[in-house]
């Protein structure tokens, strides 16, 4: 493999995502929701409604084919950060079509980062814009820019504190929505993967993050958060509490997820529809 700048523009084969009521309430089970609290992402008799953060299963095909498209060969590759931005509300069912290219390429150094942007389109137009990079270990020192520096989370007292908990089947439910990788679910495969065991897929943890906004400052109305991004920065174990803490900035907000001391999800931001 020999990844450089000139990997820019390189675009993905197009795609389409169907989806109906099953897989939003599917999808919601998998980032944590709960009856009775939680009710309306979880009963299809009122809608049910769909976190922005959805948008994202029609991404993964993108996570997926990057590999392939850019001969990354055996390389490990781990998701470095993520954003989406919806422009209305996502529907219970619906299908979108779905392009993909290579927005930056990155050295980190010892390692390069990717940047994939996907726009996902239904009969109304344009749906969602989702912004992902990839972590390419060992594919870095190519001499490219470094790219732009990560935002450090705020000092002061959060606003808000939302506490969840990762429940020990979580990974096992969240991969029913489509990411099947062995990491999550099979302790051997981790640990031959370097991991002292398995841990939850990075996008689950998003999607507690964009729970926690929706239910701490979103009058718990998902169609109120209007786009979300963070950087991965530490794996979540199963079975443990899960912290969000979000700062007000407007109609702009801060947050960082956290298991313990271990900050997961850093330089979270997230705009609310007024």
Request: with cysteine; net charge negative.
């Amino acid at each position: 493999m020999t990844l450089t700048a000139h990997a820019v523009g390189t675009t993905l084969d197009p795609t389409t995502f169907a989806w109906t009521e099953t897989d939003v309430i599917l999808y919601a089970l998998g980032v944590g929701a709960r009856p009775p609290a939680e009710l309306r992402l979880l009963d299809e008799a009122g809608g049910p409604a769909v976190l922005p953060t959805f948008a994202l299963l029609a991404n993964w095909w993108a996570v997926k084919d990057l590999r392939a498209v850019l001969s990354l060969g055996s390389y490990p590759i781990v998701h470095g950060g993520q954003s989406v931005t919806v422009s209305r509300p996502l529907r219970p069912r619906g299908e979108v079509a779905v392009t993909g290219e290579v927005t930056a390429v990155w050295d980190k150094g010892k390692h390069a980062s990717i940047e994939v942007t996907t726009r996902g389109s239904d009969d109304d137009g344009e749906l969602f814009v989702a912004v992902g990079q990839t972590m390419v270990l060992g594919g870095g020192g190519f001499g490219g820019d470094r790219g732009p520096a990560t935002p450090e989370d705020p000092n002061g007292v959060a606003d808000v504190v939302v506490d969840d908990e990762v429940r020990p089947e979580q990974a096992a439910i969240y991969r029913l929505s489509g990411d099947r990788n062995p990491l999550h679910i099979n302790p051997a495969a981790a640990r031959k993967a370097g991991f002292d065991d398995v841990f939850l897929h990075g996008l689950c943890t998003f999607g507690f993050a964009a729970r926690a906004l929706v239910n701490g400052v979103g009058g718990g109305d998902p169609d109120a958060l209007g786009s979300i991004s963070c950087r991965f920065a530490k794996p979540v174990t199963l079975g443990k509490p899960l912290r969000t803490e979000i700062w007000r900035e407007g109609e702009r907000v801060r947050f960082r997820t956290s298991q313990g001391p271990v900050v997961a999800l850093s330089a979270g931001t997230a705009t609310l529809r007024g």
